[in-house]
């Protein structure tokens, strides 16, 4: 049986509060260790992000020392900054056939490669492919992004299964080391805020099949956003500048409250019907979703994710208007 080798790349930008945990997960991945190669960039970190990193590759053992890598990002490619510069200087020290993707705030599963690989079907020369990820939830704030990450992973999903690209997401994404430098890398895409999105279509424009899992085997972790504004405003710029189908449903989304207030001066009915219509379809399909993915526990916030989704994407599509700096890791862009 051929075990591929894989290669796991991760940017790492001033990470000390969240680096422990994923790299406590990479260490217990189930996929043969001999054939793991993990590579942790750090990107001119200023707190101890590099000395944690080191800590724990020194107290492993032989074996497992062999797959951590932690390479110093200490140049600029031509074109690219942050994490796509960072990405695309970890995949020349990358081995293996495959890359994977994901992010320092996050954990993966014990049987992460081993799903994320029965995604490659050789013979329909799948070039990308991408999992699911949840928001580690502890109120209702968290639990709302959780769902609202599902929901959009279940739209993506089903796009997918009718052959229509979606997105990437670069904290759960594998791409085959073919299809990247066949694309000619990070170098040849040049610098995008959603450099996750930049890769998926690029690889699938160069005529590479691609997939998207959606079970709970296969689903990363992630923390909630220190700075949740910061993150959307990143996102929406991202749609806005790639021409991503999903902005067009986030754009009606964010539009939606305005324009129930304003129906709302002519017919108080209305909002109230288009709202209670949005948390029952809310409720029918969440509760198959979580079902499938063992997170029923969020099934009672739906009542409150109805209402977040009309006032928080209106916020944020106004943070995205507001002329101020977009601001991704401590840099301005």
């Known amino acids: 049986m051929n075990v591929p080798i894989v290669s796991i790349l991760v940017a790492a930008r001033n990470e000390e509060n969240n680096i422990p945990d994923l790299l406590h997960s990479l260490n217990c991945l189930s996929y043969p260790k001999e054939k793991t190669q993990i590579l942790i960039g750090n990107d001119g970190s200023t707190d101890k992000t590099a000395e944690l990193v080191q800590g724990f590759i020194g107290q492993l053992s032989e074996q497992q020392k062999s797959m951590f890598e932690l390479v110093t990002i200490e140049k600029t490619i031509d074109g690219l900054k942050g994490k796509a510069n960072v990405l695309a200087q970890l995949a020349h020290h990358a081995k293996g056939e495959y890359f994977f993707f994901t992010d320092a705030d996050v954990e993966v599963p014990v049987h ?28 209702w704030f968290e639990a709302c992004q959780a769902i609202e990450w599902l929901f959009a992973l279940k739209i993506m999903k089903t796009m997918t299964d009718f052959r229509q690209p979606s997105t990437g997401m670069g904290n759960n994404m594998a791409v085959s080391a073919e299809a990247y430098w066949n694309i000619g890398g990070y170098e040849n895409i040049g610098f995008s805020i959603v450099e996750d999105y930049a890769l998926y279509k690029a690889i699938i424009d160069k005529g590479y099949d691609f997939k998207q899992g959606f079970d709970a085997s296969l689903m990363t972790v992630t923390k909630p956003p220190p700075n949740y504004f910061e993150q959307r405003k990143r996102w929406v710029a991202g749609g806005m500048s790639t021409g991503s189908v999903l902005i067009y449903p986030a754009l009606l ?26 948390m029952l379809l809310n409720a029918v399909l969440g509760y198959g979703i979580f079902a499938r993915l063992g997170q029923v526990r969020l099934f009672k916030y739906i009542p409150v994710y109805t209402f977040y989704m009309y006032v928080f994407w209106f916020l944020q599509l106004m943070s995205y208007f507001l002329p101020t700096k977009l601001v991704w890791k401590g840099r301005h862009y």
């Open 112 to 139: 992460w490669i081993e799903n994320m690989l029965t995604l490659f079907e050789p013979d329909k020369k799948v070039g990308v492919a991408v999992g699911i990820t949840l928001v580690k939830n502890r109120n």
């Open 253 to 278: 989304q964010g539009f939606a409250l305005p324009i129930l207030l304003i129906v709302s001066f002519f017919s108080w009915q209305v909002p109230l019907i288009v709202i209670g219509f949005s």
